[in-house]
């Protein structure tokens, strides 16, 4: 079992930066693909990046490619999204999921991850 938890959203202008942390229970966090998702109101939940167990393998979204970079501290049980040149369009809910053994090219769905977190505010103002 994995328990995992959102923190570093908040309100920040256009162009500016956040950066989103996830800490995760567990033992095994080093065995886990962890991935990050937002919802906005009204819309369906949309994978943004993910990081395989390593580290050695990353994969986003078109819309933050460029923009956001994800990365992880496995002594710290740790994730982080690190989110540049925010825009408004970037405003939802954000969402930390965490799974094991999930294929390359499962990463990007929602259904691959049994573990999420409560979701943290990103709000971008233009």
């Known amino acids: 079992q994995v328990q995992v938890v959102e923190s570093g959203g908040g309100l920040v202008q256009a162009g500016g930066s956040l950066r989103l942390s996830c800490a995760a229970s567990?033992?095994?966090?080093?065995?886990?693909?962890m991935g990050w998702f937002r919802q906005a109101p009204g819309k369906e939940r949309e994978f943004v990046a993910a990081i395989s167990w390593s580290g050695a393998r990353t994969y986003y979204a078109d819309s933050v490619k460029g923009r956001f970079t994800i990365s992880r501290a496995n002594a710290k049980n740790t994730v982080y999204l690190q989110m540049n040149s925010l825009k408004p369009e970037d405003t939802a809910v954000y969402y930390c999921?965490?799974?094991?053994?999930?294929?390359?090219?499962?990463?990007?769905?929602?259904?691959?991850?049994?573990?999420w977190g409560q979701g943290t505010q990103v709000t971008v103002s233009s």
């Open positions: 999921a965490a799974d094991s053994y999930i294929s390359d090219g499962m990463v990007m769905g929602v259904d691959s991850y049994d573990y």
């Open positions: 567990g033992r095994t966090f080093s065995m886990y693909t």
